[in-house]
């Protein structure tokens, strides 16, 4: 037996899973830990605030599939933490946060940075734990892995008081070892997919979506986030090629599919795709994998694929039959149920009318009726020179723009598959998810249920870190940006290849477009005043920026040269997201 510090004991079971880089911030109630951490060899990443340090160990998890970890001090540094964590529980992405707390003997008496953190977190992560032993880490850390990365995944919080950091404890004589065994120990005892479908069932399970599939004549498969990994990705692929069906995708779900397949038809929802809605609403079959029928998705519920049976596949039992009562499901990983289902759908005999409904739902997708109306004047103007409708400038098309970054790039070598992509939340995510040409799983980074603005500039530093090799490119607003705009600091230090595109219009514009369609135009705080120059914010931050309105070369600056680039994009506030569904209509009554 040897003894080691709680911090000790921490750093080297990170360094048994791999872990070679963290993101946070230090204050007093973690310094031991980070006192550890500096001798360590492991990459710390000093963010500018907490919340960063959270997207980032969310783009780095995203990316790879694996838990990335972040780290705060105790009380504003935790809660600053707190809404990267709530968004990584949201959207299903294994992170696990290690927090600092004040002295176990000084909590409850109101010290200096005290909050309630496990309290807090609770009920916005998978699992939560405050360790109040250095001894029970030796479990506890490897515990937080398994648990963030199996069934559904989701963050987990360690929250370790000072104390117990610098306590001393005996470990085990496998302790340079003990990672290993007490991750699989716990995989082994909980499968990681609480109330899945017992194994001796699974081929009955099997034998009926088999039997529903083969007597559809209208069938849509819907992809969602727990299908967007690369396992279910080739699984899928293998069934569109035994299986006629039109493919939809919630936002979490684009990738699965690549875009240029005659098969998929798009994003569904609120701002789907019109061929894409169509195909929900008229389908007799709905083969769901790892969707989970959100309200944006769906819409009003009982105008959603009102006559479709349901078959639901998903790792979390709680979503099965949440929303919609499904004919028969399947509590499985993604991967493993289309494995079995391509076996039974072999036999199934292709059918005229199956491969009719997709021709006929493809044709729809190349003609969906939708035009992009622009209006604008000199209120458009941010009163700087040659940046204005004064001055006879012109507004780029975002839509056009964003379809045509992997162009642009890959005039100066950086090809579609080397992109990773991240968006901010606003008209420009919705743009992005309708027109960019994502490829392959995990390609699209994106906040989607919870919805955070903030996220796209830390998330596209996490892909960086997890994706060397690759350009990232993230696409936010002028609204946006500014959430956590001090990381262009952190981007600048680490020289990453990232470009960071600001379709700049002085508004929030997805707020203005609902006052717009939804409150008759009464424009309530939703326009910027005073409009900061983001090209020379990024300059004095150290990094190289181009203004695409006055520079015809901006694509060179973003692309040609490693390193990180800031490219801003002016376009009109009057631009709006189409299709739109408003509130009380069905999907398929979306405004085009």
């Excluded at 493919?247 to 240029?260: D, F, K, T, Y």
């Excluded at 105008?303 to 596949?313: D, E, Q, S, V």
């Excluded at 596209?460 to 959430?483: E, H, N, T, W």
Aim: aromatic share 6%; glycine share 10%.
């Amino acid at each position: 037996m040897r003894r080691l510090t709680g911090s000790e004991i921490i750093i080297g079971l990170l360094k048994q899973n791999g872990i070679g880089t963290v993101s946070g911030i230090p204050g007093g109630s973690i310094l031991p830990l980070y006192d550890e951490l500096a001798r360590s060899g492991i990459n710390h990443v000093l963010v500018r605030q907490e919340q960063a340090a959270g997207f980032i160990a969310q783009g780095m998890a995203r990316v790879t599939g694996k838990a990335a970890v972040c780290m705060a001090t105790s009380g504003p540094g935790a809660m600053n933490l707190l809404t990267a964590i709530a968004d990584a529980r949201c959207d299903s992405i294994p992170v696990v946060a290690i927090t600092g707390q004040v002295n176990l003997s000084l909590i409850g008496t109101d010290a200096f940075q005290e909050a309630d953190t496990f309290g807090l977190s609770f009920p916005i992560t998978k699992h939560s734990m405050m360790v109040k032993s250095a001894s029970e880490l030796v479990h506890a850390i490897p515990l937080a892995f398994a648990i963030a990365e199996s069934g559904r995944p989701g963050p987990v919080l360690v929250d370790v008081p000072r104390n117990v950091q610098a306590e001393l404890a005996e470990v085990p004589d496998d302790f340079d070892t003990c990672f290993r065994r007490i991750y699989d120990e716990y995989a082994r005892n909980h499968k990681g997919i609480k109330f899945k479908t017992d194994d001796s069932k699974v081929s009955s399970v099997i034998e009926e979506f088999a039997s529903v599939l083969s007597s559809a004549s209208r069938p849509v498969l819907y992809v969602g986030g727990g299908a967007n990994n690369p396992r279910s990705a080739e699984q899928i692929r293998t069934f569109l090629s035994l299986y006629d069906a039109p493919v939809v995708s919630s936002l979490m779900g684009i990738g699965v599919v690549p875009v240029e397949s005659e098969n998929f038809l798009g994003m569904v929802g609120m701002h789907g795709s019109v061929a894409a809605n169509r195909a929900m609403h008229d389908a007799d079959v709905v083969l769901a994998a790892g969707a989970r029928f959100d309200d944006r998705a769906t819409g009003v519920v009982s105008k959603f694929c009102p006559g479709a049976r349901i078959l639901h596949i998903d790792i979390d039992a709680a979503e099965v039959n949440k929303i919609l009562p499904s004919r028969c499901s399947l509590v499985e990983d993604c991967a493993f149920a289309f494995s079995c289902l391509n076996d039974a759908i072999s036999g199934v005999l292709r059918s005229d009318e199956r491969r009719a409904w997709l021709s006929l739902c493809a044709g729809m997708k190349g003609d969906d009726g939708v035009t992009h109306p622009m209006s604008c004047d000199e209120s458009d103007c941010c009163g700087r020179r040659g940046c204005g409708v004064k001055d006879g400038c012109s507004f780029r098309n975002p839509r056009e723009f964003i379809r045509n970054i992997p162009a642009a790039a890959s005039a100066f070598g950086v090809g579609a598959d080397d992109i990773v992509v991240t968006t901010d939340v606003g008209q420009h995510q919705m743009w992005t998810a309708q027109f960019y040409p994502v490829r392959r799983p995990r390609q699209l980074l994106t906040s989607g249920s919870l919805g955070t603005m903030g996220f796209g500039l830390p998330a596209a530093i996490g892909a960086s870190l997890a994706s060397p090799g690759k350009r990232v490119v993230c696409v936010s607003g002028d609204g946006s940006i500014m959430m956590n705009i001090q990381e262009l600091a952190t981007l600048g230090e680490l020289n990453l290849d990232v470009t960071v595109i600001v379709l700049d219009n002085g508004c929030l514009g997805m707020v203005r477009q609902q006052q717009e369609y939804l409150f008759d135009r009464n424009y309530s705080a939703s326009t910027f005043l005073n409009r900061p120059d983001l090209v020379k914010i990024a300059e004095g931050f150290g990094i190289r920026a181009v203004d695409a309105d006055c520079d015809g070369e901006w694509a060179r600056s973003a692309f040609a040269e490693n390193g990180p680039c800031l490219v801003r994009v002016r376009i009109s506030r009057y631009e709006t997201v189409l299709p739109f569904v408003k509130g009380g209509q069905a999907n398929i009554e979306a405004l085009r």
